[in-house]
């Protein structure tokens, strides 16, 4: 700390420029907001001490008010949360409780960039060291004395008196608190670097939790960061708290954690720089630690000494300490801390001797050497010695891709036992002990992925509708999961979501065992996933397709895209039964060998249309699915049965919470399932995936991983049919990686993309580890018309570029794993029209570019991804960052365009479909004028008009999907442009019908048609409206270009 005392009237510092505000609109909407405020310019300074909220003095008149507000830039959305900091002071307002009386709120961010708060400002001292240096003995027991007393008026202050009973969940506060904090430090760690301390204290952590956690009797407000540089002291009598600052951190909680938190300066190292501390021996006057805690007791009348775990207390202040200051280590890696000195702070140095001191107390090896991870790749409930290292002798070491490297932190039954529990759970048995795990086996599998901690405690619910306070919901005598603080309440499921989580736990399991070999990415059985005998004469048990009738439905896998030698023998574009054996790895003699099987990376140089790559000759069966599709689709839906539609509520519930900007684990854990059962990338067309495998094998990717990034090589058309159920829940396309704006980002990498922008983002983005925007749209201009875009992209003399622009429904940017944007702008307004424009690609974390706000769409903000209003101002991106060259935006812009729009009206077939089946199943249910809503005719017309007009747009979209296979984008642009311009409009009048028969309930959150309702009107105008569309087909039919072309296409079999 920067002295011994500070002064809370003359601590100040100038703002740092990345800190300033704008006073003028601050002083106008205080003006307004605080009656009497003076008039007058303002006077505004940055207070020093602190590393969390940016916190000002704002000085008008004669009067003084403290201004916090959140800080700028990428910061986790459920942190910094001045919201609850402005609630909690004004509930504790006339209690014994000194804190400053509040003034207003403000959580409108376009006064002064984020929201905030402004409060009275308290003059008095800090002490900043807590050895209280020039201080004599007598003054130093008297600040210790009134610190404790402080905290026990907080603690004897119930929580439903002064309005605060909904501020946080009641019980399982030290549960909920080794989730959020091991949470936090997983989200601010770089991918693969967390620390084995951090991970073992994690772990010892969870596994100690106090049995009396779960009763609320106890519950009272914790204020989360209670030490003594927290408090403000009269300047003439040391025994006096004028105030208690810095809220951010409370809820409802242990008392005896915030207790633990204040005697930390008991136990920190001393070397560690910028952390309270106290010397040994103490200073004269200063109260031991066990003096401090009678005092606290006496003040609040409880017995000394305490019954309770002390050093678990202790260990996991340490823990909550260690993870506030990796996020601010990262906060300032970002520029983003308020304090000159977070960096130092947060270094990992700092956060591992923390760590260590944690293992210390509660006697574990301080080299994090407990860490739950296995070498031997068994279950943590083996009895051999692989879980320390050595060989597994237990015959429990994993095989499946579930059994990571990291090991899982549980047992083979998901419970956190000791290997001694007598319920048998550690022998495989099942858990009637109460400690089961509420995350799933997927979830686990995602751990390495997540930094290496174990998972967040979070099943899947299993209510019918979004709204578990439905009546139809599972009943759940805890509080609701939208009470309060989200990230407290989901971190903590009551007993029927962990039976729940249970059941969908035992039934993955169950699904895992039942599924084949081959659906593994691992699997050494038949490409072509059919059922045939190994003597089969179509190739299909060489990577061929299979063309003789036997594809299984048991949900076997499909045939892999021909990416390489190994693919296809030959590379060839033949067809599966070509007799001249190159299907089965001989050489081609038919005058069938592509070409392009060693093009490049870009795809630029492929000439053959997907269809062709495929495999496929071009006679398909009609518009209908392939045979070699078919059980790809099964397995497809049966996932949607038993995932993604149980995932529904929770990832539902989540999104229209306070944490709704984080992630939800179960998503991640979705993924992974995805992953391990080949369900990945299923959009990438067979000719971009053989221009992409050099890419991969120049990435050193295992064969297995290759198959799974580079998909199963579908056509346009098979993929309309995957697509369709995709579409029939919001949640189901990230689970696959098929989910916009990533697949069309992907695709401008894969085809116009340099090798190192390959290498830097399309890899992470086909594996799932980052999400990406697209930076076009702009609110001063009509964007449906790319020419008109003003965002410009200057060269600069050094070569690099920089860019400056205002743009808008930038979809993703809001999701805190959105990594790169593609920005487009003007290179050169001086060349013609079309040549103007170019795009690069931007960090979405480099300086001057700033998320302004999530757009709602008709009210939903569309969490955790969003639509965002962003702007760049002088971001600089190095030349290499340029996509093809400038002056080739405009046509990277329709280039990626087109296959997007398709993909969108093929998810819209999907939800139309939903809809549908929502109508029927309401008009049998209900009841009207004294029959069931079916017999009336009006209803009865609204479903055939329905099943008419979703089948009359199911055909325009997969005609357009087959012409996209036979004559490409380009001259495919007039059936992509009837498929998005019929599509929404007939999937919005389904919709429409369907919420009209269901009334209320149509309009309301306990069915998902008001949020399909609002994404399909987007549609009419996201990607070009429908004017554009229509234009488009129009010029074509004038022209007399489309009919001519139509007649050329080989013909389809209907």
């Known amino acids: 700390m920067g002295g011994a005392v500070l002064d809370t009237t003359a601590a100040l510092v100038g703002v740092a420029p990345a800190l300033r505000i704008d006073e003028d609109a601050l002083r106008r909407y205080l003006s307004v907001a605080v009656p009497a405020f003076p008039g007058g310019p303002l006077q505004v300074f940055q207070f020093s001490h602190g590393q969390s909220n940016p916190t000002y003095l704002v000085k008008a008149g004669g009067a003084s008010y403290v201004l916090r507000k959140k800080p700028p830039g990428r910061v986790l959305p459920s942190a910094h949360a001045v919201d609850r900091e402005y609630r909690v002071l004004a509930a504790l307002q006339g209690t014994p409780v000194p804190v400053p009386r509040v003034v207003c709120l403000c959580e409108d961010s376009s006064v002064v960039g984020t929201p905030f708060y402004v409060m009275e400002h308290v003059a008095g001292r800090i002490f900043a060291d807590a050895s209280l240096p020039g201080l004599a003995p007598a003054q130093r027991s008297a600040v210790y004395e009134a610190m404790a007393r402080t905290l026990a008026a907080l603690h004897t202050v119930v929580p439903g008196d002064v309005g605060l009973s ?7 506060y030290n549960q909920r608190q080794v989730w959020r904090w091991g949470e936090q430090y997983r989200r601010s760690v770089t991918r693969g670097k967390a620390m084995p301390e951090m991970l073992s204290l994690h772990g010892w952590l969870a596994a100690h939790i106090p049995a009396g956690d779960a009763d609320p009797a106890g519950t009272r407000i914790s204020h989360g960061d209670y030490r003594l540089d927290n408090l403000v002291f009269c300047k003439s009598d040391p025994s006096r708290v004028l105030a208690v600052l810095d809220w951010e951190l409370s809820t409802l909680g242990d008392p005896l954690s915030d207790l633990a938190y204040s005697c930390l300066p008991y136990h920190l190292p001393s070397d560690i720089p910028n952390l309270v501390s106290l010397p040994h021996p103490l200073p004269a006057g200063i109260l ?3 003096a401090y805690i009678r005092v606290y007791c006496s003040a609040r009348g409880l017995p000394y000494p305490l019954q309770a775990s002390w050093p678990l207390y202790l260990a996991l202040s340490i823990f909550r300490l260690a993870s506030i200051l990796a996020g601010v280590g990262a906060r300032a890696a970002q520029g983003n801390a308020s304090s000159r000195i977070a960096a130092q702070m947060g270094a990992d140095s700092v956060v591992r001797s923390l760590a260590r001191k944690g293992l210390q107390i509660v006697g574990l090896p301080t080299d994090g050497s407990s860490a739950p991870t296995s070498a031997g790749g068994c279950g943590s409930g083996c009895r051999c010695d692989c879980r320390s290292g050595g060989a597994c002798a237990c015959g429990k070491a994993s095989s499946s891709s579930t059994a990571g490297a990291a090991g899982a932190a549980a047992s083979s039954s998901g419970c956190t036992c000791p290997s001694s529990c007598p319920c048998g759970c550690q022998s495989g048995g099942a858990c009637s002990c109460s400690k089961a795990s509420t995350s799933s086996a997927a979830i686990g599998a995602a751990a390495d992925a997540s930094g290496g901690l174990p998972p967040p405690l979070m099943g899947t619910p299993a209510e019918p509708y979004a709204n578990p306070r439905h009546p139809d919901a599972r009943p759940d005598s805890a509080s609701p999961i939208l009470a309060g603080n989200p990230l407290e309440q989901y971190a903590n499921p009551s007993p029927q979501w962990r039976e729940a989580a249970g059941a969908a736990a035992a039934a993955l399991e169950q699904a895992d065992r039942s599924l084949p070999a081959s659906v593994s990415p691992s699997s050494a059985t038949s490409a072509g996933g059919c059922g045939c005998p190994a003597a089969c004469g179509r190739g299909c048990r060489s990577g061929g397709t299979c063309t003789c009738g036997k594809a299984s439905s048991s949900g076997e896998g499909v045939t892999s895209a021909p990416t390489s030698a190994s693919a296809s023998g030959s590379g060839c574009s033949c067809p599966s039964n070509c007799p001249c054996g190159c299907r089965s790895g001989g050489p081609c003699s038919c005058g069938g060998a592509s070409a392009s099987a060693s093009a490049s990376g870009s795809g630029s140089g492929d000439a053959r249309t997907a269809a062709a790559a495929a495999g496929s000759d071009g006679a398909t069966a009609g518009l209908g699915a392939s045979p070699r599709v078919q059980p790809l689709l099964r397995r497809l839906h049966s996932f949607m049965e038993q995932h ?11 999104a229209m919470s306070d944490a709704r900007w984080t992630i939800h684990p179960l998503q991640e854990a979705l993924k992974e399932e995805a992953r391990r059962q080949g369900l990945w990338n299923l959009w990438v067309p067979a000719d971009m ?4 495998a050099p890419l991969l094998s120049e990435a050193s990717a295992a064969a297995d991983e290759q198959r799974l990034l580079l998909g199963p ?3 346009n058309l098979e993929y309309a049919h995957c697509a369709e159920i995709m579409g029939r829940s919001v949640w189901a396309p990230e689970c696959f990686n098929c989910s916009a704006p990533d697949t069309g980002n992907m695709e401008v990498l894969a085809r116009y993309g340099s090798r190192p922008q390959q290498r ?6 086909l594996r799932g580890e980052i999400r990406s925007c697209f930076a076009m749209t702009e609110p001063a201009v009509a964007s449906s018309d790319a020419t008109n875009i003003t965002s410009a992209i200057a060269r600069q003399p050094d070569g690099a570029y920089a860019l400056s622009g205002h743009k808008w429904w930038a979809s993703g940017a809001c999701d805190p794993r959105c990594t790169v944007a593609i920005f487009m702008g003007k290179s050169d307004p001086s060349a013609a029209t079309h040549r103007q424009q170019s795009m690069v690609f931007v960090e979405m974390g480099a300086p001057g570019v700033t ?11 569309d969490a955790p991804h969003g639509h965002a209003e962003v702007t760049f101002e002088g971001v600089r991106v190095p030349a290499e960052n340029i996509i093809l060259g400038e002056g080739r935006g405009f046509e990277i812009a329709q280039g990626r365009l087109g296959p997007g729009r398709l993909h969108h009206c093929m998810r819209l077939i999907g939800m139309g479909e939903r809809a549908l089946e929502l109508l029927v199943q309401r008009s049998q249910s209900r009841v009207a004028f004294k029959q069931p809503l079916y017999r009336h005719q009006a209803v009865r017309l609204d479903i055939a008009r329905s099943r008419m007009e979703l089948d009359a747009a199911r055909l325009v979209v997969l005609q357009a999907a087959h012409a996209l296979d036979q004559v490409g984008n380009k001259e495919a642009r007039g059936e992509i442009a009837a498929a998005k311009a019929l599509a929404p409009s007939a999937v919005l009048a389904v ?6 028969t269901h009334g209320g309930a149509g309009v309301s959150d306990v069915t998902p048609l008001a949020h399909m309702w609002a994404g399909a009107r987007t549609l009419r105008l996201a990607d070009g409206p429908d004017i554009v569309h229509l234009e488009t087909i129009a010029k074509l039919e004038l022209a007399g270009k489309r009919r001519a072309r139509l007649y050329l296409q080989v013909p389809l079999q209907f």
Do not use: C, M, S
């Open 713 to 715: 090589g579908l056509t």
């Open 851 to 861: 998320v302004v706000r999530p757009l709602p769409v008709f009210g939903f903000d």
């Open 644 to 654: 993604v539609y149980p995932a529904e509520p929770a990832l539902n519930a989540h």
């Open 991 to 996: 919709l429409d019908r369907a919420i009209q």
């Open 760 to 765: 830097r983002w399309l890899l992470p983005l």
């Open 166 to 172: 909904g501020y946080g969940k009641a019980g399982g």
């Open 288 to 290: 031991d630690e066990q």
């Open 689 to 692: 995936a053989a221009g992409l």
